[in-house]
């Protein structure tokens, strides 16, 4: 494969690109080395490629994150609550109505969510898009399914109020049902954190939001065993030191996945703020 010759600096983040493949990326921020050329032999491919509107496409990369933390906050009042009725021995209706608030505060924010991650990421972007490929897709679609899911869970709870034991199961392992579009977001968002670190020369916060997504993944996984197994534990089998042992798992990982989210809001507003600094001069 033929090799750079000449000393380019990278478009990314001024690598020299010398003896870099023609074909391969930039070693430190994954540009291809193709785009640097491109940019080099002509200025005005630079003004093709930019964003149209960075700050319409900041707000998306902050939305989706925090849309997501408000979601697990609102929906961990309630579990949070019966855990502490459980374990004083007393019991309150207040638990259930923070639960539903949760399920319709969190169904608005990714509602919005939605509408943002669609203007963020309109047609005029197409070099965004390009980027993005089949992770735009996937993203709008998580947040789509995790929207059909809560308006699930909201009607069956108004419809199966009357039968006590189903009622309970479904407010348990409500967590677990939104997991798979929690993940699916999750995993495509990493994918814009990727490019959109790379655009805004933020690669380190970029890493460490990534790396922190697959930690989230893991946390999802464990809040979703402790939600299945509670209500099997403690109405099919009759072991409650075992379900409140299981209670006591999804409240604790549920605590950490909230700390999760906040680190990665915090990381995707350094982002955004990098997205919006004016552009790097570049050496001729």
């Known amino acids: 494969m033929p090799k750079l010759s000449s000393h380019v600096r990278c478009d990314g983040c001024k690598y020299d690109l010398h003896g870099c493949d023609l074909l391969d990326v930039c070693p430190e921020c994954a540009l291809a080395v193709v785009t640097t050329l491109a940019g080099n032999s002509d200025s005005q491919i630079r003004a093709l490629v930019a964003l149209q509107r960075p700050h319409r496409v900041a707000i998306f990369l902050v939305a989706v994150p925090l849309a997501c933390l408000l979601a697990a906050v609102v929906q961990s009042a309630g579990p949070m609550i019966a855990f502490i009725d459980f374990m004083s021995g007393q019991t309150s209706r207040f638990a259930g109505q923070i639960r539903f608030f949760g399920w319709a505060a969190s169904c608005v924010f990714m509602a919005l969510a939605f509408a943002i991650a669609y203007f963020g990421l309109l047609a005029s972007e197409f070099s965004l898009r390009a980027e993005m490929r089949k992770w735009r897709v996937w993203l709008n679609g998580g947040l789509l399914l995790w929207i059909a899911t809560l308006i699930t869970i909201i009607t069956c709870s108004i419809g199966l109020q009357s039968q006590e034991w189903i009622m ?103 982002i955004a703020r990098s997205l919006l600094l004016p552009p790097m001069k570049f050496e001729m």
Not at 195 to 223: H, K
């Open 168 to 270: 309970d199961s479904l407010k348990t392992s409500a967590p677990a049902l939104q997991l798979p579009a929690f993940a699916i977001v999750l995993i495509s968002y990493r994918r814009l954190l990727m490019v959109c670190g790379r655009r805004s020369q933020a690669f380190r916060e970029a890493g460490a939001a990534r790396q922190n997504i697959n930690l989230l993944i893991y946390t999802l996984g464990l809040v979703a065993l402790g939600a299945f197994a509670s209500p099997i534990l403690l109405h099919k089998l009759g072991w409650d030191v075992a379900a409140l042992l299981s209670d006591s798992l999804v409240v604790v990982e549920s605590g950490v996945l909230i700390f999760g989210l906040s680190y990665l809001v915090a990381n995707a507003w350094w």
